[in-house]
């Protein structure tokens, strides 16, 4: 991993708390350490095979079972939602959480919070359409997070390609860079993994599937006055940029009433809640 994501200077615009964001890794977190863990029941081999999504059968037909997750993997397809919340291990659970901490909070409030579930979602379920493409016979059960993620970063770079993002350079080195830097570069590395494969055991094709899904869908399911490839968010800096301060009268000798400013537009109060650290 080239980048590390920590923080994001970029405010939310149209709601409060990204819900949906916080729902998602809830879910995530939750199963993880409650059913694959180990820590309180070690289900993490039965849950892939029953639930991951194998290629080989992409319509599940399990055999007649009573145990609920294999009831559950003979619905045709489900298993292209169930893969999105299950990892590996730690690391494969952590990487995928930063990223939709940083990043997802921003595209749910640019799209709303219903839509944003929906196109979640289908970046997951393309991303392993895209995989099964591209290994249509591998019996491998595909699980993770990462294509529907891949997805949110797509959108994530379309709508604010500008944003300032402070990431851990190869994990170790802080630094701040424009969010086209950080989730270009992503692209490229999963790009030259495809080619190179150097990495066997992610699955590269899940990753631009998401990340082409997103690309396209976040410009149907958007806001109608959210625009794309914005420039700078409205952090203090661009709000004081755009200030303007009214012309005011001097004061008459003698006279004791305060002159009245001349407006030549809607005077605007602007709240802004920055970080200590921003400038």
């Given amino acids: 991993m080239v980048f590390l994501p920590v923080y994001d200077y970029n405010q939310l615009r149209y ?3 990204p819900y949906v964001t916080w729902g998602l890794m809830a879910a995530n977190i939750l199963i993880y350490f409650l059913f694959q863990s180990g820590l309180v029941w070690n289900f993490d081999e039965y849950l892939n095979r029953n639930l991951g999504f194998m290629p080989a059968s992409i319509l599940a037909n399990s055999g007649s079972s009573t ?3 294999a ?3 003979q619905v045709p397809g489900i298993k292209l939602f169930t893969y999105m919340f299950l ?3 730690l690391g494969h659970l952590f990487g995928n959480m930063i990223f939709l901490w940083v990043f997802g909070d921003n595209v749910e ?5 219903f839509r944003y579930f929906l196109f979640y979602v289908a970046c997951g379920v393309a991303a392993g359409l895209v995989h099964f493409l ?3 016979s591998s019996t491998t059960p595909l699980i993770g997070a990462s294509g529907a993620i891949s997805g949110l970063l797509a959108a994530y770079l379309v709508l604010f390609p ?3 993002v402070w990431v851990l350079f190869f994990t170790r080195i802080p630094i701040k860079l424009r969010a086209y830097w950080v989730l270009g570069i992503y692209l490229l590395f999963n790009l030259a993994q495809v080619f190179f494969r150097s990495m066997d055991n992610v699955a590269w094709w899940a990753h631009i599937g998401g990340f082409g899904a997103g690309l396209i869908l976040v410009i149907l399911m958007r806001r109608q006055e959210v625009g794309l490839f914005k420039g700078e968010p409205d952090t203090v800096a661009a709000v004081a940029d755009a200030a303007t301060v009214s012309p005011v009268e001097p004061v008459a000798e003698g006279t004791t009433e305060a ?3 001349q407006i030549d537009a809607p005077t605007v109060v602007v709240r802004v809640d920055r970080p200590k650290d921003q400038p």
Wanted: aromatic share 0%.
């Fill in 109 to 113: 409030d640019a799209l709303g919070r």
């Fill in 87 to 89: 990892h590996g291990d």
């Fill in 71 to 73: 009831i559950i993997a």
């Fill in 67 to 69: 145990d609920v997750p």
């Fill in 259 to 261: 002159p009245v400013p």
């Fill in 134 to 136: 591209a290994q249509s």
């Fill in 162 to 164: 500008r944003a300032k």
């Fill in 15 to 17: 709601i409060k708390r």
